[in-house]
């Protein structure tokens, strides 16, 4: 899948984010916001490499994470929020649990990834956006997820249903799906639960918040 | 000249800690007029670099430099070594202290004592042995190490069978000279000593418990110091480095720096200061010792801040070829059928995860100071840094907060040997100004009798060592010593199993007066550092210290 | 057998020696009032010996009059104070401010020497010295230093702090570089401290201007032992360190008028252009000029950077390897003020051990010189490692017992076979050699 | 004694094999578990990736639940797991608003953890009528479980040893690797499905070289992926199964082999040669 992780930020994005932007933009604005919101000291990162070297991603990642470290103490927050690292990481936690600095690395990544799903933009990473966006309504609709339907609901996206028939994804997915069945591993029919009400409200509450 | 000014003040210093920077400062102390204690915890002195195989930048031999040290100290007539003893209490004020010192047993007569070996051949109880960081055993009667100071055997309290169970007492029974003494009981001592330094040196942070990269799990993956040990010929593996799972000659070997150095997620923020000189040696080494080898050192930043060493890390990488990679590593894997170890790391160029395996990782672990040393700080109530070392003022920086106690090497700050050397003559120095009114009171000097008018007739004494069983197990001494009386102008000759031990020294000194010797032969092991000490028996016999040989048919015989 | 054979012959000729003894001048010679010199005068002072202190300059202090604060917050300038006090005061201390030493010859124990002052020479005896003639600045010839008034030394940097508050707060955009003058082709050495100074004064410009851009380019960053926790504080400040490789060094250009420097981050993989209005260089130290004439008076040896070289750099790292003479401070190598003053200290109880004997007896295996036989070809004066031998005023070679060594080479190179060395003479090692040879 | 139990969605699809054997072991054990009334989904990856808030507020909702028990919960699936105790940290840390009353005191376990304390595994001793000798197997912990220890208390995270414990305690042999913890990458399992391949089939990869002949693990996500993932062609499978599957194992003296039939590696042939269940 090498064509698949471009290595290295788009050059777009080191054009935009030169040494001169660094200075007549205060580059510690962002790091600061970012400090604040999350709690995680991010300046205390010395560059050593072991988040990277302990992520099993990394080569997935447009943008390794003690890169992730360093652009964010410069500043660029576009880059990182249209990087297919914050998308890809898996949040296993190896690099915050071995960074020398407590540096929560994962927690920062999350941030960021945070921040990209509230934005107006285009994921680098679109299925895994989705996926995660289903998962939240399948939850939103039922209270409990049912990996049958998320399944389903998921592959019903006109663009993935393309991209699965091509690729032939779909019909592993059918027989893998029949095996599971065959073997009572799939619950059909979802549960909902009593308190959906209030889960509801919870997820009006929030976006009432952030929109 | 006996020195009464200033009665109130003694002329005696207490120095805690036998390593190579209690020894310089008890040197330094004893040298110029004062009378000192070196107080060690340990059975001998000798410290952390008596366990180091050679040392940077010279690649000298370490033991080959702190021997001389040792005897020095083990023969100086001022200076006192209490070993198996710790500072129990400090009272009194700065040039008059009282101090409690608690001794524990050795149960072994150190008079009696000849070091011949006895009992650690015959002793059943095997042990891991600390020197050798648990990589190979000794028994329960033991010496720390070959040229240990005092050269007196001891026996580990815990592991004797004798002391914990009753049972077995062999070693009494074949000791050649009755020196175990099963009954001997800790003693407190109380002295008066003017000033008092604290030279307790430093421990790795690296722990059993703490499993960092997987030490203590696999096999292969050891300590600094452990491999230092590794490298030494008195080693565990006789200067052959192995792999202590299956002793094959490990070919691949990794060093991984900042160990719990520069760790502020495990509150060890600092930087232990001389991991990344120590690494390099390792690597050189290793590459000597097999040319075949492979040497990788994962790093942050080289800390070559000394006197010449980056030109040392540039040889290290030019001319021997030690790799250096800058790269900090999260976890050790193992390999499970040939042991060997994998180190992952992000390569940037090939955009991927490679895995380099390595046959032995080794860990550069960084300091804390010594166990000993926390209790010691409160007893003495002596500030220290959040980390435990000693706490010093920029313009005295050998003083601790109490006065008249000083500190020096590593139990202030981790620190190399030269700069540990450098402050023990430092910490000597502020002990010397606390005391001076008091120099040369309580010291003694040698009195030698006038010498003997030399008689025409060269009278040749022959003394034939044992060496314990080292000269003897090769020489037979017998014949030697019938052959030595047939030579010319030869007048006695005799044999001796140890002769640098006390009492054939005493023996010997009659020995020489009595029979009119006035040339006299050793036959013995060849430190030449063993010829003053039996130059001076000549001396204290009336004879010239001159008039001495010393024949080296250990080395080159036996 | 053999062996016993062979040392019993050499024993029935060996001869009674005495060994050679004489009266120690209790007086100590300290060449430099810095940090060093004025601690390592002190040190032997309060011990109640006497000590020459000779400064070639006017003042005291030398080079840490130059240095502001240190990275734990001390002041140098207070301990220069301090310490010169003390060395005003000291009944002990004969202080020769504006002197240089200009002879010297002896030995251990008992040297003689002058001292040269405006007012004409006066000799001095001691019994030992203790040299600390301290270091310099390294005046950097790069990256437009002295060219541009932007660009200044961290020394420069750290002084005009002290007094010009409103400048430092006028500061947007300021770059440090590390290693200018080390670890180079022309000087290997690294200076040890200058890491720790950029730390300094870059914590101290985020202290005056929260607000300010520190960018600090490196190539390792060696804030050793406890220093390291500044370096945590200073990135915990919004400091950025950049890593640069000696093959690829950072560069300094004007664009109309504005200082740009150039640089990859070896992180992100980024070439950076920042305009900036302070550069900032970590110059390294350089031994003072004075040193080479004093190494060459006193026979030293030094590194090639001119740095005076320990008799053995792990047990006797402030021992030259002429006994009596010794070493501290600056002169010794690059290091931090906490580790001038001990160096001092543990010179002079080296000194001290001198000092404190009222006699010093030389070992009787020493060469001897046949004065029938010496040709005074020079041999021996050039061969000798301790620069013992010298031609006396009979025109023949002198080896003084108590500088001698008993190493042999003089003995073993001497063309006219004039110099013997005790203890081991031919009839005595032949007498040994024949025994070994000859069969029972 | 009894306890709060949280199953987590899985246990109702994928691994309701596990939540059957976890009812049968404790049951065995004497313990009862109170499943949380009208329990909610906790949100998972996709909560956390997406909004913070809501990664806090749908744990929260079983948290509160938990507590008018007043029973301390424990949670077989290391997602729910951390997803609580990350819930409840956040909770005691800052002010959320939400619209339950969280008990911040009550205790959160990962039941692998409880089971493996000392009076826990001399009752699993106890129990064992039919120790698993000679079963070679290797335990398989995952992240989630495990890291940060900041949140799980593994401080083991490196070398956990709760299941090795529990598989002792129940006569298997279990083998020593260093791939414990390393994660499998299910959170993306959907999403980038090659991903998730190269990482479960590494894990497969290793624990086979070890000489394992069964991989046990105790997360639903982790045993899902292990057990269907696509092998390259010629690459073989081990069995993986729940540490409670062989708990109850150990504890019948004769097995119903129809329970492992939810496996898509069969175990039975294993099985079978270990003379573990009737052929």
Not at chain 3, 132 to 143: I, K, L, R
Not at chain 3, 392 to 410: K, L, Q, R, T, Y
Not at chain 4, 9 to 15: I, K, Y
Not at chain 4, 127 to 149: D, E, F, S, W
Request: charged letters at 20%.
């Amino acid at each position: 899948m090498a064509n698949r992780q471009p290595s290295g930020p788009k050059p777009a994005v080191a054009d935009q984010f030169t040494g001169r932007r660094l200075i007549e933009r205060g580059h510690s604005r962002f790091l600061e916001h970012t400090q604040n919101a999350t709690g995680i000291d991010i300046g205390a990162c010395y560059q050593c490499e072991r988040c990277t070297n302990a992520c099993p991603v990394a080569r997935y990642m447009d943008i390794k994470p003690h890169q992730v470290i360093r652009y964010t103490q410069l500043g660029w927050r576009e880059a990182l929020i249209h990087s297919t690292t914050i998308w890809v990481c898996l949040s296993c936690e190896m690099c915050t649990t071995y960074c020398p600095n407590a540096v929560d690395v994962a927690g920062l990544i999350n941030h960021l990834r945070n921040t990209a799903a509230r934005l107006p933009i285009r994921p680098a990473e679109k299925e895994l956006a989705q996926f995660h966006q289903i998962f939240l309504e399948e939850l939103r609709r039922f209270g409990r997820v049912n990996e049958l339907w998320l399944m389903a609901t998921f592959n019903r996206r006109p663009d993935i249903l393309k991209k699965k028939l091509k690729d032939g994804s779909l019909k592993e997915d059918l027989s893998l799906g029949f095996n599971l069945w065959r073997r009572g591993r799939l619950k059909l029919l979802p549960h909902r639960s009593r308190g959906i009400g209030e889960i509801r409200k919870l997820y009006r509450h929030r976006h009432g918040e952030s929109d | 000249m006996k020195n009464t000014a200033h009665p109130h003040i003694s002329g005696k210093a207490l120095v805690v800690g036998g390593g190579i920077g209690g020894i310089q400062c008890a040197l330094d102390l004893a040298d110029t007029g004062f009378y000192v204690y070196l107080l060690e915890k340990s059975a001998s002195v000798g410290g952390t670099m008596a366990r180091l195989d050679k040392t940077f930048p010279t690649n000298d031999c370490s033991t080959c430099m702190i021997s001389p040290k040792l005897v020095q100290v083990a023969r100086h007539r001022n200076i006192e070594i209490l070993t198996l003893s710790r500072l129990a209490a400090l009272n009194g004020e700065p040039g008059n202290f009282r101090v409690q010192i608690e001794k524990q047993p050795r149960y072994v007569d150190q008079e009696k004592c000849i070091a011949c070996g006895a009992c650690a051949q015959k002793c059943p109880q095997k042990v891991p042995d600390p020197f050798n960081g648990g990589l190979s055993m000794r028994k329960a009667a033991y010496l720390t190490f070959p040229q240990a100071v005092p050269l007196k055997y001891a026996i580990d309290a815990q592991n004797c069978l004798y002391l914990t169970r009753g049972k077995c007492g062999l070693c009494r029974r074949i000791c050649p000279t009755r020196a175990i003494a099963y009954d001997q009981q800790p003693e407190t001592l109380e002295l008066t000593v003017g000033a008092v330094v604290l030279c307790t040196g430093f421990e790795l942070a690296l722990t059993r418990q703490n499993g960092e990269y997987g030490y203590d799990r696999y096999r292969n993956v050891v300590s600094s110091l452990q491999y230092e040990r590794m490298l030494s010929a008195t080693g565990p593996y006789g200067g052959h480095v192995r792999r202590p799972s299956d002793g094959r000659t490990p070919h691949r070997v990794a060093w991984i720096q900042c160990v719990l150095s520069r760790d502020p997620s495990r509150n060890r923020p600092f930087c232990s200061a001389v991991c990344c000189m120590h690494a390099a040696k390792q690597a050189v080494l290793t590459r000597q010792h097999d040319p075949d080898s492979q040497a990788t050192i994962y790093f942050m930043d080289v800390r070559a801040h000394g006197k010449g060493f980056d030109d040392y890390i540039e040889r290290a990488r030019a001319h021997y070829g030690v790799h250096y990679k800058r790269s900090m590593i999260s976890q050790v894997y193992l390999e499970p059928d040939s042991e060997a170890l994998i180190i992952e790391t992000f390569d940037h160029h090939l955009n991927r995860k490679v895995e380099e395996t390595y046959d032995l990782v080794v860990l550069s672990s960084g300091f804390k100071p010594s166990e000993a040393f926390g209790d010691l700080a409160k007893r003495l109530e002596i500030d220290t840094n959040p980390y435990g070392f000693a706490l010093t003022d920029f313009q005295h920086p050998v003083h601790t907060s109490r006065p008249g106690v000083f500190v020096c090497g590593a139990t202030e700050t981790p620190k190399d040997i030269p700069e540990t050397v450098i402050q023990a003559g430092a910490a000597a120095a502020e002990a010397a100004a606390l005391v001076h009114p008091a120099r040369h009171r309580d010291v003694t000097s040698e009195t030698t009798p006038p010498e003997r008018a030399l008689d025409a007739e060269p009278r040749i004494g022959v003394f034939v060592c044992h060496c314990g069983s080292n000269i003897a197990g090769v020489v037979d001494i017998e014949k030697t010593v019938a052959y030595a009386k047939t030579l010319p102008h030869v007048a006695y000759a005799d044999h001796f199993l140890f002769s640098c031990s006390n009492d054939t020294l005493q023996k010997m000194e009659a020995l020489i007066r009595d029979k009119r010797l006035n040339r006299i032969v050793v036959a013995a092991c060849s430190p030449r550092t063993h010829e003053p000490l039996f130059q001076s028996v000549l001396q204290k016999a009336g004879v010239n210290p001159y008039l001495f040989e010393l024949a080296s048919i250990r080395d080159q015989c036996s | 057998m053999d062996l016993i054979r062979a040392s019993t012959a050499r024993a029935a000729r060996l001869e009674a020696l005495s060994d050679h003894t004489y009266s120690v001048t209790k007086t100590g010679l300290v060449i430099g009032a810095g940090i060093a010199g004025m601690t390592a005068a002190l040190a032997l002072a309060d011990q109640g010996f006497a000590v020459h202190l000779v400064e070639k300059e006017g003042s005291l202090g030398g080079f840490a009059n130059n240095l502001t604060g240190t990275l734990e917050g001390n002041s140098p300038v207070a301990l220069v104070h301090a310490l010169a006090e003390r060395i005003k005061t000291h009944r002990n201390v004969h202080l020769h401010l504006g002197s240089q030493l200009v002879a010297h010859r002896g030995h251990m124990g008992a040297f003689a020497g002058a001292i040269r002052t405006t007012s004409g020479e006066e000799a001095i005896q001691y019994g030992a010295v203790v040299v600390a003639t301290g270091g310099s600045a390294y005046t950097p010839t790069e990256y437009l230093y002295g060219r541009d008034e932007r660009v200044v030394t961290q020394v420069e940097l750290s002084r005009r702090l002290q007094t010009d508050l409103d400048w430092a707060r006028g500061l947007r955009q300021v770059v440090m570089i590390q290693c200018v003058g080390s670890r180079n082709e022309a000087f290997p050495f690294c200076s040890r401290v200058c890491c720790s100074a950029a730390v300094k004064n870059a914590l101290l410009l985020k202290e005056l201007n929260p607000g300010i851009n520190l960018v600090v380019l490196y190539r390792d960053v060696r804030t050793f032992a406890f220093k390291e926790l500044y370096y945590l504080k200073a990135r915990r400040r919004g400091v950025l360190f950049f890593r640069y490789i000696p093959q690829a060094p950072p560069e300094v250009h004007r664009e109309n008028g504005t200082l740009v420097v150039d640089f990859t981050d070896r992180s992100s993989h980024q070439d950076f252009g920042i305009q900036l209005d302070l550069l900032v260089l970590s110059a390294g130290i350089r031994p003072n000029a004075g040193s080479a004439q004093i190494a060459d008076l006193l026979k030293l040896p030094t590194t090639e950077e001119g740095f005076f070289l320990e008799a053995h750099v792990k047990l006797r790292p402030v021992e030259m390897a002429t006994a009596g003479i010794f070493i501290a401070g600056l002169a010794h190598s690059p290091r931090f003020i906490e580790e001038t003053l001990t160096m001092a200290k543990s010179a002079a109880q080296q000194a001290a051990k001198i000092l404190c004997r009222g006699q010093m007896t030389t070992s009787a295996a020493v060469a001897e010189v046949d004065e029938q036989k010496c040709t005074a070809c020079l041999v021996c004066v050039r061969v000798c490692p301790f620069g013992a031998p010298y031609i006396g005023d009979e025109g023949v070679s002198c080896i003084p017992p108590s500088a001698c060594m008993g190493c042999g080479i003089c003995t073993a190179e001497c063309p006219a076979g004039a110099i013997t060395l005790k203890h081991s003479t031919d009839d005595q090692i032949t007498a040994k050699i024949d025994a070994l040879l000859e069969n029972p | 004694m009894a306890l709060s139990f949280y199953p987590g969605c899985s246990l109702e699809g994928m691994a309701n094999d596990y939540a059957r054997s976890i009812t049968a072991v404790f049951e065995d054990l004497g313990i009862d578990l109170v499943e949380i009334d009208d329990w909610s989904c906790c949100g998972s990856t996709a909560a956390h990736s997406l909004d913070e808030t809501m990664s806090v507020a749908l744990p929260a909702r079983n948290l509160a639940a938990a507590g008018e028990m007043g029973l301390d919960i424990v949670s077989p699936c290391a997602m729910c797991f951390n997803r609580l105790r990350y819930a409840q940290l956040m909770l005691k840390r800052g002010s959320f608003d939400i619209p339950w009353q969280v008990d911040t005191g009550l205790a959160v376990h990962d039941m692998t953890r409880f089971l493996a304390a000392p009076d826990m595994l001399a009752q699993i001793r106890k129990r064992v009528v039919r120790p698993l000798a000679n079963l070679k197997t290797v335990c398989y912990y995952g992240c989630q479980m495990v890291r940060p220890p900041s949140i799980t208390g593994h401080t083991d995270f490196e070398n956990p040893q709760t299941l090795d414990a529990i598989m002792g305690a129940v006569g298997a042999q279990v083998k020593d690797w260093s791939y414990k913890s390393t994660c499998c990458g299910a959170s993306i399992g959907i999403g980038r499905r090659e991903i998730r391949d190269t990482l479960t089939n590494r894990i497969l990869d290793k624990a086979a070289h070890t000489g394992a002949e069964a991989i046990v693990v105790s997360c639903p996500l982790c045993q899902a992926n292990l057990d269907t993932v696509p092998r390259r062609p010629g690459a073989g499978r081990l069995p993986v199964f729940y540490f409670t599957e062989l708990m109850r194992l150990a504890f019948r003296p004769a097995a119903e082999a129809g329970w492992f039939r939810a496996h898509l590696t069969n175990p039975l042939p294993l099985l079978n040669t270990k003379g573990l269940v009737a052929a």
